[in-house]
Structure formats: structure tokens, C-alpha cells
């Protein structure tokens, strides 16, 4: 009978251990991705942070993640993806991921002819885009999508490690490209991305009260001209591009502060014809705002000039309630900004300096996303050999009480959450 017992008891602790096993050998689920976890990690839903830290850890062997004191802000980078932001979060693993990825595009480990886009909240491209001075045009080709090519460098390419601690990492690439009118480029290119803490935020936004939750990053970019010639207006200038793409939902609003005055003096409030006029119903404007719809259901673009812009601009997400701020220098209105326009341009120094893309669907009904993007643009670099510019950009995402957030927008934007709301 104890013989009996005992032979029963061993069975059960074996049952035991191997359901352990299965139970530590867990995955992340609700998703057509099965993310493989580290035993014991708490099983993350698609959306979360969490889902998405393990999800790029799949993919990309050296990502990097930076970590806040609390533990609640993280970002997560790649170096594989040209030491991109791809996503952050106030609020832990379990909290929102706030960047959009392109789940389909890396699971299938793809590469594609003329873009990768594989998401990310903050990427680092160079411009123009378009027109005579373009470097995603080839010399003498028709500006048509068949032959229009992110620069590899740009797209495919890893950036080097240089410096890394628990709260910083400093990239390094060189690259060399030639422009559409034939013009080459040899650029050094460091990119260092800083996690900051709450009492920087408050100093950089002349806050008054810490009683919210927040991730915020600063990103400096710096471009220098190490070939011997010279960059020249005439044969081309680049800028620094940095382009953030954002999950969207139906009540999310693109908020622009711009400065006041009249055509005449300061130029129209807002570009919105860069793929056709936007329909009133999804862009406002009043004399000190532009507010603009960022659902990823139509498919648009805004730009703001730099004799319009504060410096500023940002969305707010009704439903989640999270108030978004981009944030750069205020523009010299003496500089020059890329144009890149799809044509030979009149202009080619008429460009803005920050602008918003709504995504949506295109005219045979594919669609990349939804997301949308908040960008900014450094000047036109006329960078002598050896001379070099540095692009700095903070991101900030908060969420807390409505009063709260109102003192924020109000003092960055001039607006309150319910005009935000309100406006479209």
C-alpha cells in the first residue's frame, strides 16, 4: 500500500513539474505573433508596451531598452533601425506603447525595394525628399514613385554604438549620397537619445506642478561635412529630418500653435496641399491655432513655416486621454528650409519646418498604417568642410487630471484640452 502511495506521489510532482515548464516556457498572445518571453515574464496583450519591448526583441538581437528611476518611463531603440525610437511608455509594460510598428513588415523579415517602413516613433532621415536637390531621386529620372528610393543608409543600415548607460545612447554612422543635380555628400552623422527625467521636463516646459505621468526623450542629431568641398545653396543643401510615427485613434487632434499676422507679413498659416486640399471637416484654423484631424482614416499633410512656427506642436488623444508635445528650437526666420516637392522646384528653399501626416488609404485601397506623424526639420546646411549643426527634438507624452493637462496646453499651445476636443 505505501509501495502504492509512494509510486502515485512521484507521478503527481512529475505532472507538476512539466505543467511549471509550460507555464515558464509561456508566449505573448492575442495576436497572430507568438513573441517567445523569458521564463516566468508576465504574458502582454498587443498594444501594451510590454508586447511590443518583446516583440522587437525577436527581431532585433541588440535592442536597446532605457529605463526611467520610477521604471514606469521606457523607451525602446534599435540600433538596426538607424538608432530609432521605436515606441515608449509612461506607465511600465503594461502601460500604452505609444509608437506605431509595422508588425506585418518585420515578422515577414522582407526587404523592400523602395522603403522599409517598418514604424517607429522617431526616425532620423535626411531631406529633401523632392525636387532638384533630392536625394531619393536618382539624377535625370522623372519624379515618379517607380523612382523614388529611401537612401540605405537611411532605411536599411545599422548605426554604430559609441556610448551607452541606463538612461542615454549615442549613435555614429558616416554615409556617403549624391543628390538629384549630381552633388555628392560625405556626412558624419551622431545621433544620441537621452531619457529625461521629470525635473528636467519641468525646466525645459517651465512646469509648475509634477502631479502627472510622463515619458520624454531628447534626441540630438548632429551632421557634419567631412569631404573637402564645401555644401552650397546652388548645388544643393541637406537638412536634418526627424518623423514620428504615432498610433492614432478616432479622437486624436494635431495641435499647431502658430504665430499671428497676416499673409503679407508672415506668409499663409498652414501648407495643406502637399497630396491635395484637406476638407475643412478635418482641418481648422484660427488666427493663433491649426488643429487637424489624426485618425490614419484619410490620407494627408500640413506644414508650418518657419516665419508661422513657435516651436511647438503636439496632439491629444480624447480617448486615452494623453497629451502629446513635440518641441525644438523656436526657427530663425532668416534660415532657409529644404523644399521636397515631387518637381523641379522655383524655390527649393521654401520648405517648412514642421509638419503632420495623416495616413489613410490609398487610391486602390492599400494602406501602410493607421498612424500619423509629427516631423520637424532642421535649416538648409550650408556646412563649410569640417563644419557641423546639431538638430535637437524632445518628445513628451503625459497623461494625469484634466486640469492638469489644460495648465500644460494652455501654456504651450494657448489652447485648452476642451478647444482641443472642440475643435473638430
Known sequence: MYKEYGQIMIALFCLLVLSNCKRENSKVVNSKYEVNTTPKETVFEKGSFGYDKAFLRKYYKNTIVLEGDNKNSMLVISPELQGRVMTSTLNGDEGMSFGWLNYDLIDSKDVMEHINPTGGEERFWLGP????????????????????????????????????????????????????????????????????????INENLQLDTEDYSVVAYETSNTVMNIGAIDWKKETGLLSIWLLSMISPTDQTTVVIP?????????????????????????????????????????RGKI?????????FMGSYDA??????????????????????????????????VLNSY?????????????????????????????ESYTHTQRIYHF??????LNRITKKVFNVSIDEIEDAL
Open 358 to 386: 495623416n495616413d489613410g488609404a490609398l487610391e486602390d485601397g492599400d494602406q501602410m498604417g493607421p498612424f500619423y506623424e509629427l516631423e520637424s526639420s532642421s535649416p538648409a546646411l550650408a556646412l563649410g568642410s569640417g
Open 258 to 298: 502658430v504665430k499671428k499676422g497676416s499673409e503679407e507679413e508672415l506668409g499663409i498659416l498652414v501648407n495643406d496641399n502637399y497630396f491635395g486640399k484637406i476638407v475643412s471637416d478635418r482641418l481648422k484654423k484660427t488666427e493663433r491655432t491649426v488643429f487637424f484631424k489624426a485618425d490614419g482614416k484619410s
Open 319 to 352: 480617448l486615452n486621454k494623453v497629451l502629446t508635445i513635440l518641441e525644438i528650437s523656436e526657427p530663425n526666420v532668416e534660415d532657409s528650409y529644404v523644399n521636397s516637392a515631387w518637381e523641379l522646384q522655383d524655390d527649393p528653399y521654401s520648405g517648412d
Open 129 to 200: 525628399e523632392g525636387g532638384q536637390y533630392s536625394i531619393f531621386f536618382a539624377p535625370k529620372s522623372s519624379f515618379e514613385f517607380k523612382n523614388w528610393y529611401v537612401p540605405s543608409v537611411l532605411d536599411t543600415e545599422t548605426f554604430d554604438i559609441i556610448e551607452q548607460n541606463s538612461r542615454s545612447v549615442l549613435f555614429h554612422k558616416e554615409m556617403d549620397l549624391m543628390n538629384y543635380s549630381g552633388t555628392k555628400f560625405n556626412i558624419d552623422v551622431r545621433r544620441k537619445i537621452i531619457l529625461l527625467n521629470q525635473a528636467e
Open 303 to 311: 506644414g508650418v513655416s518657419p516665419a508661422r512656427s513657435t516651436g
Open 399 to 404: 497623461k494625469g487630471k484634466k486640469e492638469i
